[in-house]
């Protein structure tokens, strides 16, 4: 018995074929065990040669050459009563059923290091493709509103959403970074999660965010170093989140340690969150994208602007789905919902491509 290694869409496994000698190839063993396989029940020929994906004169063939080979007929045919396994032929199928079954217990272990092997260049987007993406306001109205698409989102943290396609728990993760960032500084970020060799990255639009206040801005805040100064109580966004980095290295440009800040602690885990928070009075500012503010009515002072993409691997941004998920991304339906909103513009080239070019 022989064995190879096959490839399919679903996944590597490994595959034996039998070796019966020179006089049959293999793929004349192959359609030789399906034709036996097809007449385990008794029937007609031409039904089972249809099964195994052959002709009735190459079924009749292949068995008169094995009957010479052999000695021995492994297929009983008699006019009127179909055809049937010889003692040989059933033999022969029991021995091919125990083998394969002992053969992929012990070749299990080789399948999931083909598997992992391959995975890296063979991973395809499923029929949902699995997006986890940091929140934004603007990606939550397309999903709203239809999209024509079918997908499963998982509102992430920006850092989570990277982490989960690290560990290919999802096949996108939506994150943004300043604008300000040097290619470096983005290759050494997402170099954290994912690999050159592997994934690409597409930029989707920019943003604006900054400083939720309450309308006419009472406090006079202009930073988080007047957040701190005035003793204004603030609303955070959770650990993880893309929002939260940019909120920490502006504590830390400033000087600013976490507990000087009323209510650092006091976690929202979105934009509109946020928002609805200070509109509510249980807060004096939030950090968030200019149109969660508008939204709610409320002033914004802008401080950072932003990049928000994609990251995938290679092999999804070229499969159909990948593709078509970009498409109406970069589509002009989208792209006007994005001027729409306060603080938002659109990226007018989107294409996947290595790291550096996310901030081009």
């Known amino acids: 018995m022989s064995v190879s290694a096959t490839r399919s869409r679903a996944q590597p496994r490994l595959r034996w074929s039998w070796d019966l000698g020179s006089a049959l190839t293999e793929a004349d063993t192959t359609h030789l065990f399906a034709l036996l396989a097809a007449l385990a029940e008794p029937g007609s020929l031409g039904v089972a040669a249809k099964a195994a994906g052959m002709s009735y004169r190459s079924a009749w063939g292949l068995l008169r050459r094995c009957e010479d080979m052999m000695g021995a007929a492994l297929v009983i045919m008699e006019r009127g009563r179909g055809s049937r396994l010889s003692e040989l032929g059933e033999s022969v199928m029991q021995l091919d059923g125990a083998a394969r079954l002992a053969l992929g217990e012990v070749h299990a272990p080789w399948e999931r290091r083909l598997r992992q092997l391959l995975a890296p260049v063979t991973r395809t987007a499923p029929e949902r493709l699995r997006v986890a993406a940091s929140h934004d306001l603007a990606l939550a109205d397309w999903i709203e509103h239809g999209r024509g698409i079918s997908f499963d989102l998982f509102w992430r943290g ?170 109406r991304l970069s ?16 990226v007018t080239s989107a294409q996947p491509g290595p790291w550096a070019t996310f901030l081009a």
């Open 331 to 346: 589509g002009n339906t989208f792209h006007q919902r994005l001027l729409a909103l306060p603080g938002y513009a659109p």
């Open 158 to 327: 920006s850092e989570e959403a990277l982490s989960a396609l690290e560990r290919d728990e999802c096949d996108m993760a939506g994150f943004h970074v300043p604008e300000a960032w040097t290619p470096e500084q983005l290759t050494a970020w997402l170099g954290r999660w994912l690999k050159p060799r592997l994934h690409v990255c597409i930029p989707l639009m920019r943003r604006c965010q900054g400083l939720i206040v309450a309308h006419g801005n009472p406090l006079h805040l202009t930073s988080l170093a007047d957040v701190s100064t005035t003793g204004a109580r603030m609303v955070n966004r959770q650990r993880g989140s893309g929002t939260r980095t940019l909120i920490d290295q502006l504590l830390l440009a400033n000087g600013l340690r976490p507990d000087e800040i009323d209510g650092y602690a006091h976690e929202e885990f979105t934009h509109e969150a946020v928002a609805a928070t200070v509109a509510g009075g249980q807060a004096d500012v939030g950090f968030g994208i200019q149109a969660a503010a508008a939204r709610y009515d409320l002033d914004f002072v802008p401080l950072i602007k932003e990049r928000y993409g994609f990251a995938m691997r290679s092999a999804v941004a070229t499969s159909e789905e990948g593709r078509q998920f970009l498409a």
